[in-house]
């Protein structure tokens, strides 16, 4: 059974930093096969993706979170974090964690059950 297990939440003040992670088990293949994302939902608001690390450690990063957040991943304990520092109030959402990787037959995708920050002073 796979597992996407997030955690690092919790209430911070505006310009302050919080370190989400995401533990993963069950997976077919090798962690480090998978492309891992981290999503995030705000009240009101669609889901929308924040930011992407591939198999190679290459990074992608949503326009509004460059320079803030870093995206990494420790493929020995299949675990993905986000470094998120100098946090806004608009960044506060549910964040969730997002595994997906292609097979011959389509795609396998997995969800989080994500991980609530809010920044507020």
């Known amino acids: 059974q796979v597992q996407l297990v997030e955690s690092g939440g919790g209430l911070v003040q505006p310009g302050g930093s919080l370190r989400l992670s995401c533990a993963a088990s069950?997976?077919?293949?090798?962690?480090?096969?998978?492309?891992m994302s981290w999503y995030r939902q705000a009240p009101g608001k669609e889901r929308e993706l924040v930011a992407t690390?591939?198999?190679?450690?290459?990074?992608d990063y949503t326009d509004s979170v460059k320079g803030r957040f870093t995206i990494s991943r420790a493929n020995g304990q299949a675990t993905v974090y986000l470094q998120m520092n100098s946090l806004k109030p608009e960044d506060t959402a549910v964040y969730y964690c997002?595994?997906?990787?292609?097979?011959?037959?389509?795609?396998?995708?997995?969800w989080g059950q994500g991980t609530q920050v809010t920044v507020s002073s």
């Open positions: 690390i591939y198999s190679t450690d290459s990074t």
């Open positions: 069950g997976f077919t293949f090798r962690f480090s096969n998978y492309v």
């Open positions: 997002y595994a997906n990787r292609p097979v011959n037959w389509g795609r396998l995708e997995y």
